[in-house]
């Protein structure tokens, strides 16, 4: 059924109960678990315009979808196919105004910026830069978890890297050493200096009108 023409999908809707079938799968425990993954991915293929989305919105598929998705939360292909169904859930007036105003999706979804899988990472951005589009209430609020979410990879980098190649004590001691007589030279490169070191407030006092009185002989 899933190769069914997109202008055809409504029509076997209205002739067939295919809400009920969903509905029944989706129940916890009711079927397997590949047989809900084949369900979750057939939603996402009849959401094909306005009329299929608001027979989804007026049904309770999208608020089990969520709880699917809470309860299969360690099933990355779970995971990833039910995102991809909300994601196209978006893209219809009647199931994203329930989306975005009727359920937790938005929080959920931000709560896996961080997640390991590159996939899912995929799709929680696009589903977040949707929603930015559609909802201003989201904008700040998903720009600063997606802050937050860099920092704490860079923060964990950092950590790892320490752990990997952790910094030998003394090592930078060279490199931030100065005192007042070396001026952080190195050990054996500091400048000639004279018995009596040069006072800068000599300088203030130089008389620049003796240089005149100097003999200045052509050395040729």
């Known amino acids: 059924m899933v190769y069914i023409h997109s202008d055809k999908w409504e029509d076997m809707m209205a002739r067939t109960s295919m809400i009920e079938f969903l509905h029944n799968n989706f129940v916890n425990g009711y079927a397997e678990d590949d047989i809900v993954l084949e369900c979750v991915m057939l939603l996402a293929t009849i959401c094909r315009n306005d009329g299929i989305a608001q027979q989804i919105a007026s049904s309770f598929l999208i608020k089990m979808l969520q709880d699917l998705l ?120 500091e400048p000639m200096m004279d018995e009596e070191e040069f006072d800068s407030d000599d300088a203030l006092f130089f008389d620049n009108n003796d240089l005149a009185n100097r003999i200045w002989e052509d050395g040729d």
């Open 70 to 189: 809470g309860a299969k939360q360690e099933d990355d292909e779970m995971v990833q196919q039910i995102l991809n169904t909300f994601f196209k859930f978006l893209f219809f007036r009647p199931t994203r105004e329930i989306v975005l105003h009727q359920t937790q999706m938005v929080s959920i979804v931000l709560e896996l910026l961080s997640d390991k899988n590159p996939n899912i990472r995929v799709l929680v951005n696009a589903i977040l830069d949707y929603v930015q589009v559609h909802d201003e209430a989201w904008k700040q609020e998903i720009k600063a978890r997606r802050f937050q979410a860099h920092n704490q990879v860079y923060i964990k980098l950092m950590e790892e890297y320490d752990k990997q190649y952790g910094a030998e004590e003394g090592m930078y001691d060279d490199m931030y050493y100065y005192d007042d007589a070396k001026q952080g030279y190195p050990p054996g490169q």
